[in-house]
T-cell receptor
Framework: AQSVTQLDSQVPVFEEAPVELRCNYS??????LFWYVQYPNQGLQLLLK??????LVESINGFEAEFNKSQTSFHLRKPSVHISDTAEYFC????????????FGQGTTLQVKP | KAGVTQTPRYLIKTRGQQVTLSCSPI?????VSWYQQTPGQGLQFLFE???????NKGNFPGRFSGRQFSNSRSEMNVSTLELGDSALYLC???????????FGQGTRLTVV
């Protein structure tokens, strides 16, 4: 069985400041790791994913996440946030076997203030 | 390519009624998964269908059921609605090997 813990339910930050959203997971098997973003009244959009290979993955809008197997973490970071980054962020895991089932963390609300 | 389409977007039902939600996946995708999102429980996996067969099931009562048609469109049904079933129901489609789930905008169900 897998589980995901997002350590912060809300993260307030000023515009142009750096931010880190923390995610830890638990699994007895190899997993794929994902970060999704959800804007109000919308579905989920994939931000980035780790499947294998380089432990540092990046998105097109400046976010990055690093897979740390020893600490079972997949923290999301951005060096300088914008107002438009205000949203809810979900960390998720999926067993590397052929399944679409995702296990999500409880979510972190990122509030970017001007 | 059109995205994942969920209908209806909003729904209000009375306790005790039943409801059917629809999901049309991205063309070519054979996997469809359903999730329930509530403020208290977060995002919880309901079930996954692949090529018309249920492949995985979450921990929900038997009142929650689903099916998938030969064109990969999926429906989920909730019978004997309870107030606690009020939630955003999200559908995601995917294809083995792509490693990514594409989500629809969801159906907001309110049970009164």
């Amino acid at each position: 069985a897998q589980s995901v813990t997002q350590l912060d339910s809300q993260v307030p930050v000023f515009e142009e400041a750096p931010v880190e959203l923390r995610c830890n997971y638990s699994s007895s098997v190899s997993v794929y790791l994902f970060w999704y973003v959800q804007y109000p009244n919308q579905g989920l959009q994939l931000l980035l994913k780790y499947l294998s290979g380089s432990t540092l993955v990046e998105s097109i809008n400046g976010f990055e996440a690093e897979f740390n197997k020893s600490q079972t973490s997949f923290h999301l970071r951005k060096p300088s946030v914008h107002i438009s980054d205000t949203a809810e962020y979900f960390c998720a895991v999926r067993g590397s076997s052929n399944t679409g089932k995702l296990i999500f963390g409880q979510g972190t609300t990122l509030q970017v203030k001007p | 390519k059109a995205g994942v389409t969920q209908t209806p977007r909003y729904l209000i039902k009375t306790r005790g009624q039943q409801v059917t939600l629809s999901c049309s996946p991205i063309s070519g995708h054979r996997s469809v998964s359903w999730y329930q999102q509530t403020p208290g429980q977060g995002l919880q996996f309901l079930f996954e269908y692949f090529s018309e067969t249920q492949r995985n099931k979450g921990n929900f009562p038997g009142r929650f059921s689903g099916r998938q048609f030969s064109n990969s469109r999926s429906e989920m049904n909730v019978s004997t609605l309870e107030l606690g079933d009020s939630a955003l129901y999200l559908c995601a489609s995917g294809e083995p090997g792509t490693d990514e789930a594409f989500f629809g905008q969801g159906t907001r169900l309110t049970v009164v």
